[in-house]
């Protein structure tokens, strides 16, 4: 619950609303840190159970659900 609070500030604050624009209106290369939409949160949780960490799938699963929650 704590990680998705801090995810939260660090997706709604001056850095990480900038870091959106920018990524919406320049050519700049997406880097892992960004933020994500749906669809590429399940791609990374597909390609985490193509891997077969399911601990990993579970942990996404979890902070999503917590992550909509608040």
């Known amino acids: ?5 801090h995810q939260i500030g660090r997706l709604f604050g ?10 919406l209106f320049t050519d700049a290369k997406r880097t892992s840190q ?3 939409s749906v669809v ?8 985490t159970g193509s891997a077969g960490d399911w601990g ?11 992550f909509i929650g608040l």
């Open 1 to 5: 619950m704590s990680e998705s609070i």
């Open 14 to 23: 001056p850095q990480g609303i900038g870091r959106v624009f920018t990524l």
């Open 34 to 36: 960004d933020p994500a």
């Open 40 to 47: 590429g949160i399940g791609q990374a949780v597909g390609q």
């Open 56 to 66: 990993a799938v579970l942990y996404f699963l979890a902070f999503v659900t917590v």
